[in-house]
Every structure is written in structure tokens, then in C-alpha cells.
């Protein structure tokens, strides 16, 4: 199926099979690796991409779902080399160690702070809640995004 | 994981989707896929064709009658719900949806997904049985309205035929509701749960110990342990608890959510 979807502010026109997970569009038809698979069970949130402003999973959604939408991904944060503050707190705080949740947890971070520029710590915990992280505890995740909250 | 083949189609209309649904045996809805596209990357399930509801406004929005019934689209998103000033009305359906799985799943997943999936684990059918929700559902030959002891039949089966779908889900109004259940993790999958509302008389509904959510009535939130107990539930084993102790929890939480409910003017 012919499907068109604006990825990072770029439109990309693909012929995908209805099967395809918008996970494995965005990794192997158009390279943007940033978004990891990790348990492909819809647990671990490690593929959270904001789909037309909303935050998703994208190993449960068919690429052809997206047909004609607006997809954020983890490369779309910076702009060139300039990290974003949140981005920027995560190197700060140690949010990171492995970093293979840190494309998630970064997707489902931004999303909150733009609907909630001044989240609770509870806000926090229940908007990260959906992202599993095994190296840092969790801790320095929380102290980064708290840190952008104003 | 590579899905499976499958046909894909998504339709303009309800009666177009009908259509599609009745025109192939292999033929299943799509709501949030929250629960059936993970069911099919483990080819619990293989449709034919997925005929996707997303896109069908007629099976979207809240509406509130001036009697205070509220009328809910099945393909309403839990964050919808909790977002709808609306669904305040009845204010145990916003507690009870934002408890639900994580920020992603809610954004997605839908009520009548939820419904129709009909998993014993799932929060939502003893829920709608303890509010006594009504279900009207649609096929080419025209609509018809079920209760909640109607609807859920069995382990991921309801009232719904392959050929039809959920269009409304309507629930009295009342405020004297009450929810309670053992989780792995704070907001996770149900080791059992139930729920309870106060209108008129006390009715609790419990899940996970059944095919379907047991419905037990008392007087008051002192005599629901006696009631549940009296019902002879035989709750299923698995990794997380034992019959017994999931049988010891139901009559906990039985009381839990109807003592909430009692509490709540």
C-alpha cells in the first residue's frame, strides 16, 4: 500500500505491506535508527514516537495507520547539533547509561513537558511510567526532566 | 516482530465497515491495537483482514442526556475519557481509565477495545457490570441493545458477533462507585480486581476469577465478604497467584471497592 507520512518536518512517500509495524517503517525503510525495539510487546516503550502530537508506541501500529500523519521522532529533537534543554539535562543528571531507553523515555519526556511545562513529581512518574529503563533506577531520569520543569 | 500477512482496509462509514467485516469469516475490527496487534505478533490470532475503525467518527465522542446518562463511543480513547468533561458526570470512569497501563496505551487504546477483547484481567468489564452499562450493537441487519450480564461471554468473547461491531456504551447516572484491585506494579495487569456502585442497592462485580466478572449483591459493605464467599468462586492458578489466594483477594477487594463506594455523596 502507497502511504505518506511527514517524518521530522521531511515527507517520505513509501509502498509498504500492511503487516509492517510502524516501528520497522521508521527503522528499515527509512534509516532513522533512533527509535530502539526492546521488548516488542508493547512493555518497555523504547519505539515512543509522538504521532500527531500524540505519544505512541509505534510497535503497535501498522505503518499504513500512519498514512497521511505527522511523526516526531527522537532525531527531529535536536536542531543540528544543539541539544534540546531536556536533552541537555539528560547528560547533566546521568540519565543514561546504556541508552538504549533514552530514545523513549526522552519522546515520552517531551511530550509532557509540552503538555504540562509545570509537572508534579507524580506527573512525572505517571508520564515516564510506560518506559522501562534497567540501568539507571530511574532516579536520574526523574532529576533530568524535573530539572526542565519550570 | 513481521506480523503475519494481512489485508488491510479502512473504512469511511460503520455500515461500510460492517460490510467488510461480513464479507470474510477472516475479517476482525481494529480499534486501538493496544491488545491485538501484540496478540497477533504472537499468532494468538491470524486475521484475514483488519478493518480498522480509527477514523470513524460516528464511533467516537461522549455525550451527557439531561436524565445524566452517558453515551460513550466506543472508539474513545481512555485519555479521552479522562480529558472529557463529559465523563465527569460519573467520575469512577476517569479514576479507573487513568490506572490503565501507561501514558502510551491510554493515547491509543479504547474503551470498547477494552470491552470487546473482554481479557478477564481487563479493568473495564467489571466495571461496566457493576455500573450496569448497556451495549448497543450493529450488524448489516440493524442494531440491538444487550445489558453488561449479557455481554461478556466468555475469555475474549462477547455479545458481539465477527460480522458486528460495538457502536454505543451507555451508563446510568450515579456517583456512589468504588474500584479496587491487586496489580503487578502499581498500575499494571490485574491479579484480580472489582468493582463496586452503590445506586440503589450495592452491587460488586470482581474479575480475573472468572470467564466473565462475577456480579455479587449486598446490603451493605459488611455483608459483601459473605456474599462473595457464598458465590464458590474457583478462581484460576497461574505464576502470580494461587486459586486461593486470588479467591481470599476477591473478597478483599470486594469490600475495599464497596466500602469507597458507600463513602462517596
Given at each position: 500500500?502507497?502511504?505518506?507520512?511527514?517524518?521530522?518536518?521531511?515527507?517520505?512517500?513509501?509502498?509498504?505491506?500492511?503487516?509492517?509495524?510502524?516501528?520497522?517503517?521508521?527503522?528499515?525503510?527509512?534509516?532513522?535508527?533512533?527509535?530502539?525495539?526492546?521488548?516488542?510487546?508493547?512493555?518497555?516503550?523504547?519505539?515512543?514516537?509522538?504521532?500527531?502530537?500524540?505519544?505512541?508506541?509505534?510497535?503497535?501500529?501498522?505503518?499504513?495507520?500512519?498514512?497521511?500523519?505527522?511523526?516526531?521522532?527522537?532525531?527531529?529533537?535536536?536542531?543540528?547539533?544543539?541539544?534540546?534543554?531536556?536533552?541537555?539535562?539528560?547528560?547533566?543528571?546521568?540519565?543514561?547509561?546504556?541508552?538504549?531507553?533514552?530514545?523513549?523515555?526522552?519522546?515520552?519526556?517531551?511530550?509532557?513537558?509540552?503538555?504540562?511545562?509545570?509537572?508534579?513529581?507524580?506527573?512525572?512518574?505517571?508520564?515516564?511510567?510506560?518506559?522501562?529503563?534497567?540501568?539507571?533506577?530511574?532516579?536520574?531520569?526523574?532529576?533530568?526532566?524535573?530539572?526542565?520543569?519550570? | 516482530?513481521?506480523?503475519?500477512?494481512?489485508?488491510?482496509?479502512?473504512?469511511?462509514?460503520?455500515?461500510?465497515?460492517?460490510?467488510?467485516?461480513?464479507?470474510?469469516?477472516?475479517?476482525?475490527?481494529?480499534?486501538?491495537?493496544?491488545?491485538?496487534?501484540?496478540?497477533?505478533?504472537?499468532?494468538?490470532?491470524?486475521?484475514?483482514?483488519?478493518?480498522?475503525?480509527?477514523?470513524?467518527?460516528?464511533?467516537?465522542?461522549?455525550?451527557?442526556?439531561?436524565?445524566?446518562?452517558?453515551?460513550?463511543?466506543?472508539?474513545?480513547?481512555?485519555?479521552?475519557?479522562?480529558?472529557?468533561?463529559?465523563?465527569?458526570?460519573?467520575?469512577?470512569?476517569?479514576?479507573?481509565?487513568?490506572?490503565?497501563?501507561?501514558?502510551?496505551?491510554?493515547?491509543?487504546?479504547?474503551?470498547?477495545?477494552?470491552?470487546?477483547?473482554?481479557?478477564?484481567?481487563?479493568?473495564?468489564?467489571?466495571?461496566?457490570?457493576?455500573?450496569?452499562?448497556?451495549?448497543?450493537?450493529?450488524?448489516?441487519?440493524?442494531?440491538?441493545?444487550?445489558?453488561?450480564?449479557?455481554?461478556?461471554?466468555?475469555?475474549?468473547?462477547?455479545?458481539?458477533?465477527?460480522?458486528?461491531?460495538?457502536?454505543?456504551?451507555?451508563?446510568?447516572?450515579?456517583?456512589?462507585?468504588?474500584?479496587?484491585?491487586?496489580?503487578?506494579?502499581?498500575?499494571?495487569?490485574?491479579?484480580?480486581?472489582?468493582?463496586?456502585?452503590?445506586?440503589?442497592?450495592?452491587?460488586?462485580?470482581?474479575?480475573?476469577?472468572?470467564?466473565?466478572?462475577?456480579?455479587?449483591?449486598?446490603?451493605s459493605p459488611e455483608t459483601v465478604r459473605d456474599a462473595v464467599r457464598a458465590a464458590g468462586l474457583r478462581p484460576p492458578d497461574d505464576v502470580h497467584a494461587s486459586s486461593a489466594y486470588r479467591a481470599h483477594l476477591a473478597e478483599v477487594l470486594a469490600e475495599r471497592a464497596a466500602r469507597q463506594a458507600a463513602e462517596k455523596r
Open positions: 500500500m502507497d502511504i505518506a507520512v511527514t517524518v521530522n518536518g521531511t515527507l517520505y512517500e513509501r509502498d509498504v505491506e500492511a503487516r509492517k509495524l510502524l516501528i520497522h517503517f521508521l527503522r528499515d525503510d527509512l534509516d532513522l535508527t533512533g527509535s530502539h525495539i526492546g521488548c516488542d510487546t508493547g512493555n518497555c516503550g523504547a519505539c515512543s514516537v509522538i504521532l500527531d502530537g500524540t505519544l505512541v508506541k509505534s510497535c503497535m501500529l501498522l505503518a499504513v495507520q500512519a498514512d497521511g500523519s505527522e511523526i516526531e521522532t527522537v532525531e527531529g529533537l535536536a536542531d543540528g547539533d544543539r541539544l534540546t534543554a531536556l536533552q541537555e539535562a539528560f547528560t547533566e543528571h546521568h540519565a543514561l547509561q546504556c541508552g538504549y531507553c533514552t530514545p523513549g523515555m526522552l519522546m515520552s519526556a517531551t511530550a509532557l513537558l509540552r503538555a504540562n511545562p509545570s509537572p508534579s513529581d507524580e506527573d512525572i512518574r505517571k508520564a515516564l511510567q510506560g518506559n522501562i529503563c534497567r540501568c539507571t533506577g530511574y532516579w536520574n531520569i526523574f532529576e533530568a526532566v524535573k530539572s526542565v520543569a519550570r | 516482530m513481521l506480523l503475519r500477512e494481512v489485508e488491510y482496509s479502512k473504512p469511511s462509514s460503520v455500515k461500510e465497515a460492517l460490510e467488510r467485516l461480513a464479507e470474510n469469516d477472516g475479517a476482525r475490527a481494529l480499534a486501538g491495537g493496544q491488545t491485538l496487534i501484540n496478540v497477533m505478533k504472537a499468532r494468538a490470532a491470524s486475521p484475514d483482514v483488519l478493518v480498522d475503525l480509527n477514523g470513524l467518527d460516528e464511533l467516537r465522542g461522549i455525550d451527557l442526556a439531561a436524565d445524566g446518562t452517558l453515551s460513550i463511543g466506543p472508539m474513545t480513547t481512555y485519555t479521552e475519557l479522562i480529558d472529557s468533561a463529559e465523563a465527569r458526570a460519573r467520575p469512577i470512569l476517569r479514576e479507573v481509565c487513568s490506572r490503565i497501563a501507561d501514558v502510551q496505551v491510554r493515547n491509543r487504546g479504547t474503551i470498547g477495545g477494552n470491552l470487546c477483547s473482554n481479557d478477564p484481567t481487563n479493568h473495564l468489564p467489571p466495571l461496566m457490570a457493576a455500573v450496569g452499562a448497556r451495549f448497543t450493537i450493529a450488524g448489516q441487519d440493524g442494531e440491538r441493545t444487550v445489558p453488561a450480564s449479557d455481554f461478556f461471554l466468555g475469555v475474549y468473547m462477547t455479545a458481539v458477533g465477527q460480522a458486528e461491531l460495538l457502536t454505543r456504551i451507555e451508563i446510568p447516572a450515579g456517583k456512589q462507585d468504588g474500584f479496587a484491585a491487586v496489580t503487578l506494579g502499581v498500575e499494571g495487569t490485574c491479579i484480580v480486581n472489582a468493582a463496586a456502585s452503590m445506586n440503589g442497592s450495592l452491587r460488586v462485580a470482581i474479575g480475573c476469577v472468572d470467564a466473565v466478572p462475577i456480579v455479587v449483591e449486598a446490603a
